[in-house]
C-alpha cells in the first residue's frame, strides 16, 4: 500500500507560480501512475494531470494545458506539479493520487485511482 502526502499549498497573486510536491511511502512508487486533482468549493473534483510509471507519458486537462507541468522524480518518491501563470479560478483544493499501473495510457478519472492524499490548498487572490 502507498501513502501519499502533499505539501507546497499557499496563497499566491494572479500570474504567480507555485511548487506542489507528493510524497509517497513504500518502494514500489516507481511502478504507479499518478496524477493531480483539484476540487474548488461547492464543486466536484476534477482532473488536472497526469504521468505514467517511468515520467516518458503526460496527461493535461485544457484548462491548465500550457501553464502546469507534471513531474517525478523515483529516486525521490515524489510527483511534483509545477503551476505558472495562476488564476484565480485554479484555486481549489489539490489532491494527488496513485494507482499501481505499468502502461503508459493514462486516466483521467477519479475512479481509476487506488491511493489519495489528504489535499493541500491553492488560493490564487490578489
Known amino acids: 500500500q502507498v501513502q501519499l502526502v502533499e505539501s507546497g499549498g499557499g496563497l499566491v497573486q494572479p500570474g504567480g507560480s507555485l511548487r506542489l510536491s507528493c510524497a509517497a511511502s513504500g518502494r514500489t512508487f516507481s511502478n504507479y501512475a499518478m496524477a493531480w486533482f483539484r476540487q474548488a468549493p461547492g464543486k466536484e473534483r476534477d482532473f488536472v494531470a497526469a504521468?505514467?510509471?517511468?515520467?516518458?507519458?503526460?496527461y493535461y486537462a485544457d484548462s491548465v494545458k500550457g501553464r502546469f507541468t507534471i513531474s517525478r522524480d523515483n529516486a525521490r518518491n515524489t510527483v511534483y506539479l509545477q503551476m505558472n501563470s495562476l488564476k484565480p479560478e485554479d484555486t481549489a483544493v489539490y489532491y494527488c493520487?496513485?494507482?499501481?499501473?505499468?502502461?503508459?495510457?493514462?486516466?483521467?478519472?477519479?475512479?481509476?485511482?487506488?491511493?489519495w492524499g489528504q489535499g493541500t490548498q491553492v488560493t490564487v487572490s490578489s
Open positions: 493520487a496513485g494507482k499501481q499501473y505499468l502502461r503508459v495510457d493514462l486516466s483521467s478519472s477519479e475512479r481509476f485511482y487506488d491511493y
Open positions: 504521468i505514467s510509471w517511468s515520467g516518458g507519458t503526460t
